[in-house]
Nanobody, 115 residues
Framework: QVQLVESGGGLVQPGGSLRLSCVVSGSMTRIYAMGWYRQAPGKERELVAAIGTGGETNYVDSVKGRFTISRDNAKNTVYLQMNSLKPEDTTVYYC?????????WGQGTQVTVSS
């Protein structure tokens, strides 16, 4: 059974930074395109950043230039470096495969951007 464990969230002031981590157990991340998602209350979960097996990256327009996704296949871990955070980035962040069929979702990690 694949397990996803996200961490690194917290409370940060506008303009601050956080680095999220996602450790995947039970599968090998190196063979999958991976993504970071977020879901605000009452809204659908959206893919904000993705990284392919070859390291190619894609971002939703709202985070381009501020977020950076990376992966360490040896550690089965995917990261999301979040800079210049804005209040509208506040929500729970999850990782998973970029494409279906996705694994069961983890608990996510809460990011709160507030002064």
């Amino acid at each position: 059974q694949v397990q996803l464990v996200e961490s690194g969230g917290g409370l940060v002031q506008p303009g601050g930074s956080l680095r999220l981590s996602c450790v995947v157990s039970g599968s090998m991340t190196r063979i999958y395109a991976m993504g970071w998602y977020r879901q605000a209350p009452g809204k659908e979960r959206e893919l904000v950043a993705a990284i392919g097996t070859g390291g190619e990256t894609n971002y939703v327009d709202s985070v381009k230039g501020r977020f950076t996704i990376s992966r360490d296949n040896a550690k089965n871990t995917v990261y999301l470096q979040m800079n210049s955070l804005k209040p509208e980035d506040t929500t729970v962040y999850y990782c998973n495969k970029q494409w279906n069929p996705r694994w069961n979702w983890g608990q996510g990690t809460q990011v709160t951007v507030s002064s």
